[in-house]
């Protein structure tokens, strides 16, 4: 029988002082499966990670990789099996974006030994895939956060190892590049049989990549399985303190969680008069609740479906136009939009991230306004929330330049309708 265990941790107890943060975890993973590593944070997840990659020594228990103690393994030997993505990356001052990338072939080329050809193949192959070879002779100091993740893990797959662990790798990326690693990575991990253990914040995106979810709370496994076995009501309010839905991705078939921030709301009589909401993500709900509470008719979108505000605007009553998940908007979709812009009374764009797959709501909103529509933006830092390259940035301004009212809370907009 071909034995297919990659890793094993038994009964590890580890931590950084006498209190130990993860207390008698057992754990196998078996070659090419693709397992996400949840838990509220302090529950010891980048614990875990340290001891499985060896950076970390555990107070009790072992580890090991291959079938061989991971404590008897040279660190040589060990960087040529597994590479270990961390959540945090301090590189020497000066280096650029390449030579952090290329540092992943020191397993094989050694301190000081000379690149090859297949070293600069790798590291360019690494770079491609994860965005970043336009980076590469920027120095790493000067890179966004979002930017330096992307190059730190590139550095992870020119290691090219059987074994990745990542710590929260989709931290400082915007939603795009967010689904593009995980894609990514779920790509290698169908295609070339790399086994991935992945630290994620995020339930719904961990419930739609990873085959198995493994779920740490104060330092103690206590859910271990496919994400329809793991994603639950009760475990979400048990482990996270959150009241939620788990509904069901209708495209993947995977649970999708749900906030239940307003499940109840009690409206008054409507007020005849109608607002659209530009939003998604969580950033309407406290607007939309608002709304309609005040007796305000709405209408929301262009929303991709099983977003959270797509799912309160529904619990509303809310009119939603819905796009199908991770995909741009379509030309169907806005057409829509903009009949709802044209009935509605004034438009209020909630502070929802810019990219280039939800720019054409802010484009339509612009188009309403030079047709006389009143237009409401939320005080943000709108800078922060554009990832087309400024494209949204400018819109923005435009729409200020021409009148736009900006309101700080929803209580605020309700005084500025009036």
């Known amino acids: 029988m071909v034995n297919t265990e990659i890793v094993r941790a038994e009964d590890i107890w580890a931590g950084y002082g006498a209190t130990p943060v993860l207390k008698g975890i057992n754990l196998c993973i078996s070659r090419g499966e693709f397992v996400g590593l949840l838990g509220p944070n302090g529950s010891g997840k980048s614990t875990l990670l340290r001891v499985l990659s060896g950076v970390l020594k555990p107070q009790k228990g072992q580890v090991w990789l291959d079938g061989q ?42 301190w000081w030994g000379k690149e090859r050809a297949e070293d600069m193949q790798a590291t360019r192959r690494a770079m ?22 992307r190059v730190v893990l590139a550095r992870g797959l020119a290691q090219e190892t059987p074994l ?21 990575l779920r790509q290698l991990n169908r295609e070339e049989g790399l086994t991935v253990l992945a630290a994620l914040h995020d339930i719904n995106l961990a419930s739609e990549f990873c085959d198995r ?7 103690q496994l206590v859910a271990d399985g ?32 749900l ?21 998604g993500g969580g950033t309407g709900a406290g607007w939309i609740g608002a709304l309609a509470r005040a007796g305000w008719h709405l209408s929301v979108g262009v929303l991709h479906l099983l977003d ?7 619990e509303l009553g809310a009119e939603v136009i819905t796009e199908a998940p991770f995909t741009p908007i379509s030309a169907e979709s806005l057409a829509l939009l903009r009949d709802a812009l044209a009935r509605a009374d004034a438009i209020l764009v909630a502070p929802v991230a810019f990219g280039y797959g ?25 800078q922060e929330r554009d990832f087309t390259s400024g494209q949204a940035m400018e819109i923005i301004e435009r729409l200020k330049a021409s009148g736009a009212q900006v309101v700080t809370t929803p209580e605020d907009a309700l005084v500025v309708l009036g």
Do not use: M
């Open 259 to 279: 906030p239940r921030t307003l499940q109840h709301v009690e409206s008054q009589a409507g007020n005849g008069r109608r607002v659209h909401v530009i939003c």
């Open 128 to 149: 491609e895939r994860t965005d970043s070879l336009s980076l590469a002779e920027r120095a790493f100091g000067t890179l966004s956060g979002g930017e330096r993740q």
């Open 164 to 184: 990745l662990f990542l710590d929260e790798p989709l931290t400082h990326l915007d939603v795009a590049h967010q689904v593009g690693t995980l894609s990514l």
């Open 358 to 382: 939800n720019l054409a709501n802010l484009q339509a909103v612009e188009e309403a306004q030079r047709a006389g529509k009143r237009v409401l933006l939320a005080d943000c830092n709108w």
């Open 213 to 219: 979810l493994v779920v740490l709370r104060q330092g």
């Open 226 to 257: 496919a994400p329809s076995e793991v994603i639950t009501p009760s475990l979400l309010a048990r482990v996270f303190g959150l009241d939620a839905w788990v509904r069901v991705n209708p495209a993947t078939g995977r649970p999708h969680v």
């Open 69 to 110: 103690p991971l404590a008897q393994l040279r660190a040589k030997d060990v960087a040529q099996r597994l590479a270990f993505v961390p959540q945090r990356e301090d590189v020497a001052f000066g280096f650029t974006a390449w030579e952090v990338v290329l540092l992943g072939r020191a397993p094989y080329i050694g």
């Open 308 to 314: 959270s505000d797509e799912e309160v605007a529904q």
